[in-house]
Structures are given as C-alpha cells and as structure tokens.
Nanobody, 131 residues
Framework: QVRLVESGGGSVQAGGSLRLSCTAS???????????LAWFRQAPGQEREGVAA?????????ANSVKGRFAISQDVAENTLTLYLQMNSLKPEDTAMYYC????????????????????WGPGTQVTVSS
C-alpha cells in the first residue's frame, strides 16, 4: 500500500517557476521491487496527460510539451520516496491539476507516461499560470 500526498501547487505568472513535491509512503516490505513515479496533469475537459516519469534507476522521461522546462527527480529513504517536479518557464497551457502516481511490479519504459501503468494516485495539487 502506497500513500501519495502532493504539495507545492499555486498561482504564478507566465515565465515563472514552481516546484511540486510528492511524498510516497510505502510498506517497508515493498522497498526492493521495481517502481516508477510520475507526474500527470489534467485540465478541465481534457484527458489526464503524462508529464514526467522516473524509474528506480533515476531514468526519466518527459512529455514533449515540457522538455527543457521541467525536471523530475526523487529522493529515496528506507520507506519513503519523495518526488519532485521543478517547473520553469511556465506557460498558461501548463494550467492543470497535477497528480503524483506510483507504479510497482511492472517494467515498461514505453508506458512510463501512460496512466494505465500506475496503481496509486495522490489527490492532486492545482497549478495555475496566468498570462
């Protein structure tokens, strides 16, 4: 069982920066398995979109729309993972609810940005970018 809690959302003007954080608390028995952590976002009336993902070996993957502007990273402790998303040069089209997600037990780099790979989700944090 993994519990995810996001923080760091807010309102910012275009060109600004925000840093999102997500704490993933997990059972210590699960710490040795393969996993992925990811950020997704969903704007009103749109499908949930994969933004960035990172695997246990710190290999990252990004959506084309955020490459060069966003950076995903993670800190690993005994039974807690902390996921970050540094967002720079923000644009109004980045406005959305941002969700942290966790996947364990499956290895698929192809699906790293697909919501189908992830079993656990946080409640989300709102990011609003004004022009």
């Amino acid at each position: 069982q993994v519990r995810l809690v996001e923080s760091g959302g807010g309102s910012v003007q275009a060109g600004g920066s925000l840093r999102l954080s997500c704490t993933a608390s997990r059972d210590t028995r699960d710490t040795t398995g393969w996993y992925y952590l990811a950020w997704f976002r969903q704007a009103p009336g749109q499908e949930r979109e994969g933004v960035a993902a990172i695997d246990r070996n710190h290999i990252a993957r990004y959506a084309n729309s955020v490459k060069g502007r966003f950076a995903i990273s993670q800190d690993v402790a005994e039974n807690t993972l902390t996921l970050y998303l540094q967002m720079n040069s923000l644009k109004p089209e980045d406005t959305a609810m941002y969700y942290c997600a966790f996947s364990q037990g499956h290895r698929s780099q192809v699906l790293m940005l697909s919501p189908d790979l992830y079993q656990s989700w946080g409640p989300g944090t709102q990011v609003t970018v004004s022009s």
